[in-house]
């Protein structure tokens, strides 16, 4: 791929990017409190994503009393999952997205979402994201979520597109890491978590303020 424009798929991270972001320092907390009211230390958490949190809790509880852990987990899932919806309730996607998914279709570019949020919220948001989005690979679609690359590598083999023919466009530093671990070419937006720094810091090859703006590269 010698451009942008040459680029023959482009997979989308979803809150930050095609949506506002969920309160995710609040859903954090909360996990961390239930996690807590369960005696799980702290240290247990430590460097860990939301969902992954509730799976090293589950595991260290597990090894305790297995009755508890079976409890603690369904209400971490439920709990994360409840807040989601919660959340798309009251979100709509970025006003402009619609339109721009159409126009990059139009231009032949085969689309991809992939997100760790849950898919009922996700088709809460954008309920006729199907209609726009060639794939689109929530939570409760795969085993593993990104950072972990094999989240991305069954989105682009569903689209049957090669990384190096591939966009990873996201606002968060873990969609350039594991866009860059597969030799994506990565794009940060700045709708959501990560500033310009922090996503080029992070392996993004490119900054645009709204994800809209790969217009521009048509």
């Not at 090669?162 to 466009?169: D, I, K, N, Q």
Request: negative net charge; glycine residues 6%; aromatic residues 6%.
């Amino acid at each position: 791929m010698s451009t942008i424009a040459d680029a023959s798929c482009i997979v989308f991270d979803f809150d930050g990017t095609l949506a506002p972001n969920l309160d995710l320092p609040d859903l954090r907390h909360r996990v961390i409190e239930l996690t807590r009211a369960r005696g799980v230390p702290d240290e247990v958490l430590e460097g860990l994503y939301i969902v992954e949190m509730v799976t090293a809790a589950t595991l260290w509880l597990a090894d305790r009393n297995p009755d508890t852990a079976r409890n603690y987990h369904r209400e971490g899932r439920d709990l994360i999952k409840n807040f989601e919806i919660d959340a798309a309730g009251k979100t709509e996607p970025f006003p402009e997205i619609r339109q721009t998914l159409r126009r990059l279709r139009l231009a032949n570019k085969r689309l991809g979402v992939v997100t760790r949020n849950c898919a009922q919220a996700v088709r809460t948001v954008f309920k006729d994201i199907d209609q726009f989005c060639d794939s689109v690979l929530a939570r409760d679609d795969v085993t593993y979520l990104k950072p972990d690359a094999r989240h991305v590598r069954q989105a682009l083999d569903t689209l049957e597109q090669h990384p190096a023919c591939a966009l990873m466009v996201g606002d968060g530093a873990l969609d350039m890491q594991v866009g860059r671990s597969l030799n994506m070419f990565c794009v940060g937006v700045l709708t959501g978590s990560g500033s310009a720094t922090e996503l080029t810091e992070a392996g993004a090859q490119l900054i645009l303020p709204r994800a809209s703006d790969l217009l521009e590269f048509l």
